[in-house]
């Protein structure tokens, strides 16, 4: 079983910037990806970016430029930086982590881009 701790949602002006965290912990042994989806407001869930063990990246191309996710294997934990918000990013933010066939997510948190 593996657990998260989500950090760092909230409500920003567009141009702002705000920085997510996730803490994993549980049977994490091996290779295995970690990253965040999004679920804006009537839409369904959608990659926003993803992070394998060796370091590859893979961003939506709607964040491109704008969201850096950052990795400590060590601690099993990601880290978001958002700048330059839109609107449009306005979701619910969840980190996943895909292990060994399984996919393993966060509770989610919420992120506003609104003036």
């Known amino acids: 079983q593996v657990r998260f701790v989500e950090a760092g949602g909230g409500l920003v002006p567009p141009g702002g910037s705000l920085r997510l965290s996730c803490a994993a912990s549980g049977s994490l042994y091996g290779i295995y990806t970690m990253g965040w989806y999004r679920q804006p407001p009537g839409k369904q869930r959608e990659l926003v970016v993803s992070?394998?063990?060796?370091?590859?990246?893979i961003y939506a191309d709607s964040v491109k430029g704008r969201f850096t996710i950052s990795r400590d294997n060590a601690k099993n934990t990601v880290h978001l930086q958002m700048n330059s918000l839109k609107p449009e990013d306005t979701a619910v933010y969840y980190c996943n982590l895909d292990k060994g066939g399984s996919r393993y997510w966060g509770q989610g948190t919420q992120v506003t881009v609104s003036s």
């Open positions: 992070s394998t063990s060796n370091g590859q990246t």
